[in-house]
């Protein structure tokens, strides 16, 4: 099992910006990639960004691109989502996503429990 745990939500305003940070804790060795997902009220939940764990090969949904980044420190176990220019339509749950090797390749093993982010117009 991965343990997925999120920090780094809260209110800001527009144009404004937000460091979202997960640290995986148990088998971390299993993980093949991590991300970011978000879900906005009455919403699906959507992908954000992801990134390798070894490779640090890194993706992003067309609504973020250039606005958002997204890192990873091995060491820390730990994957950041750097939030730049943020819109009100960024306000969404966050939610950290890990993917495992032993799993379905592209599907989610493991979910933490969301932080939320609001941004103000």
């Known amino acids: 099992q991965v343990r997925l745990e999120e920090s780094g939500g809260g209110l800001v305003q527009a144009g404004g910006s937000l460091r979202l940070s997960c640290t995986a804790s148990g088998r971390t060795l299993s993980v093949y990639a991590m991300g970011w997902f978000r879900q906005a009220p009455g919403k699906e939940r959507e992908h954000v960004a992801t990134i390798t764990w070894s490779g640090g090969t890194d993706s992003y949904s067309d609504s973020v691109k250039g606005r958002f980044t997204i890192s990873r420190d091995m060491s820390k176990s730990t994957v950041y989502l750097e939030m730049n220019s943020l819109k009100p339509e960024d306000t969404a749950v966050y939610y950290c996503?890990?993917?495992?090797?032993?799993?379905?390749?592209?599907?989610?093993?493991?979910w933490g429990q969301g932080t939320q982010v609001t941004v103000s117009s």
């Open positions: 996503a890990a993917e495992a090797f032993e799993g379905t390749p592209g599907e989610i093993d493991y």
